[in-house]
């Protein structure tokens, strides 16, 4: 459509009564502020793991130690997933963006108090807040998409949402070990800590300025027919039917076996990038930056997958033969990485961590997508939630025992298995019924023309107004 403005023909025959859609162009500043500061909370994922090596002999802790750092991020979703996604449906996206936002400065600012060597538990501390915040972001970017997008934005918007996260994931590789120097003074070490940590912290500050100024629960009109239909149904969240909505869920059989294979991709994607350093390490011994430009060329790839993947499933709809083709491929490509590490080629590892990061992580936004249509009229919040309590579970574990495979048994054994799973969730994923529920109540509804009408029209002036 060549205009933002869109109103129902009927609108005025019916004396103003009729729907009124409009898209408005503040939607790609809220869209900014969140990828933004999603970004800055992301990063601090791999922040310490990237440069395992170098925390270990600063801080004089374990490996495992280390692996907590990222571990941290996993562990809180499982816990506080219901109560976040109960308050974000209650009180709307903009305290998600205020409490997420704010919860990521202080416990960036936590960590300036951290670069003291025997203060790594000031480090996990620090870690466990910000982990905290990421409840109240990374399940944002389909409700932020649906409430203020139009219909044929919905998917790539979800993508460039998710883009936050993986940006964030992509510097969190690449900037550490370029501010961190593997270097024999622990004085200079602590130094690079301290910039990367003030970094941080004065990173945040415009982010929390621009959601207090302007990030509003919704937009005063609706951008589509199905969030028109929404409104007028709304109803107040309370825990009961909060408790209700979780129980339609648990009941969507195919919703849960979609759940399961998402879950274990996402897992898979936590896992690699918190054990990466220790992965790249085991075949190229001191190669601890070529490990973090990995990371880089592997969520870069990503990126464009998944903004890829967006524009894909806005033009054809093809939610699950999407999913299923986007899995498949990653586990392939998982395969051709192992080969390619086997060989010791680390030009070659670079292009095959590539392709494998741009399926795995163009996998995330398409399986959030269909998951909400798979789920709809459920809250977009409430079920990338439950998805991500899942995911961020198998993350946790696969964390854990691959770390252990790690040690024990190396890292050949420790990839063979992460293919495994992916082929696993390929056949679940081919389980999944083709139900899109969601496009089918954007399709729904009685006929309608729509008209464009210009930026200042007064009859649409006066609907909003009124």
Same mark, same amino acid.
């Given at each position: 459509m060549a205009t933002e403005n869109l109103h129902l023909k009927k609108s005025l025959e019916d004396g103003g009564n009729a729907d %009124?859609?409009?898209? =408005?162009?503040?939607?790609?500043?809220?869209?900014?502020?969140?990828?933004?500061?999603?970004? $800055?909370?992301?990063?601090?994922?791999v922040e310490y793991s990237i440069i395992t090596n170098i925390v270990m002999r600063y801080y004089n802790v374990s490996s495992s130690a280390v692996d907590w750092t990222g571990v941290m991020f996993m562990i809180v979703w499982p816990i506080f997933v219901f109560p976040s996604s109960f308050l974000i449906d209650k009180l709307g996206l903009r305290f998600a963006a205020l409490i997420g936002c704010f919860l990521t400065a202080i416990g960036a600012a936590i960590k300036l108090f951290s670069i003291d060597q025997g203060a790594f538990n000031v480090v996990l501390v620090g870690q466990?807040?910000?982990?905290?915040?990421?409840? =109240?972001?990374?399940?944002? !970017? !389909?409700?932020?998409?649906?409430?203020?997008?139009? !219909?044929?934005?919905?998917? *790539?918007?979800?993508?460039?949402?998710?883009?936050?996260?993986?940006?964030?994931?992509? +510097? &969190?590789?690449? @900037?550490? !070990?370029?501010?961190?120097?593997d270097q024999p003074d622990l004085a200079a070490i602590g130094s690079d800590l301290k910039i990367l940590c003030w970094s941080l912290s004065i990173a945040i500050v415009p982010a929390c300025i621009a959601v207090v100024v302007y990030f509003p629960h919704m937009p005063r009109l609706p951008p589509s027919a199905a969030q028109a239909e929404e409104r007028k149904k709304i109803q107040i969240v309370t825990m009961g039917t909060f408790i209700q909505s979780? *129980?339609?869920? /648990?009941?969507?059989?195919?919703?849960?076996? #979609?759940?399961? &294979?998402?879950? $274990?991709?996402?897992? $898979?994607?936590?896992? =690699?990038?918190?054990?990466?350093?220790?992965?790249? @390490?085991?075949?190229?011994? &001191?190669?601890?930056?070529?490990? &973090?430009?990995?990371?880089?060329?592997?969520? /870069?790839?990503?990126?464009?997958?998944?903004?890829?993947?967006?524009?894909?499933?806005?033009?054809? #709809?093809?939610?699950?033969?999407?999913? +299923?083709?986007?899995?498949?491929?990653?586990?392939?490509?998982?395969?051709?990485?192992l080969l390619c590490l086997q060989i010791k080629a680390k030009i070659s590892v670079y292009f095959t961590i590539g392709i494998f990061g741009f399926f795995l992580n163009a996998y995330i936004p398409a399986g959030i997508e269909f998951a909400s249509e798979l789920t709809y009229p459920a809250n977009e919040s409430t079920t990338t939630?439950?998805?991500?309590? %899942?995911?961020?579970t198998l993350g946790v574990t696969f964390t854990l025992v691959l770390s252990h495979l790690n040690?024990?048994?190396?890292?050949?054994?420790?990839?063979?298995?992460?293919?495994?799973?992916?082929?696993i969730g390929s056949v679940l994923t081919m389980l999944v019924p083709n139900n899109l529920r969601r496009q089918e109540a954007f399709n729904r509804g009685r006929p309608v023309e729509f008209t464009e009408l210009p930026q200042e029209d007064p009859a649409l002036t006066k609907h909003e107004n009124s």
């Open positions: %009124v859609i409009r898209a =408005f162009s503040m939607r790609w500043y809220i869209l900014a502020v969140y990828v933004y500061y999603s970004t $800055i909370s992301c990063f601090q994922w466990a807040i910000v982990s905290l915040s990421q409840v =109240f972001i990374l399940s944002l !970017p !389909p409700k932020l998409a649906v409430t203020w997008f139009r !219909p044929d934005e919905v998917s *790539k918007v979800c993508s460039i949402g998710v883009f936050g996260m993986q940006l964030g994931s992509a +510097l &969190g590789f690449l @900037l550490p !070990p370029m501010l961190v120097k979780l *129980k339609d869920l /648990m009941k969507n059989k195919g919703f849960l076996v #979609h759940m399961l &294979g998402y879950g $274990i991709s996402f897992g $898979i994607f936590s896992a =690699f990038g918190t054990l990466l350093n220790q992965f790249v @390490l085991s075949y190229f011994p &001191g190669a601890t930056e070529d490990a &973090g430009r990995m990371g880089l060329v592997m969520i /870069m790839f990503g990126m464009f997958g998944g903004f890829m993947a967006g524009i894909v499933l806005d033009k054809t #709809h093809k939610y699950k033969e999407t999913n +299923l083709f986007i899995y498949i491929g990653t586990a392939l490509c998982f395969i051709a990485l939630g439950l998805m991500t309590a %899942v995911s961020q040690l024990s048994w190396g890292t050949l054994w420790a990839i063979l298995i992460q293919i495994v799973l992916l082929f």
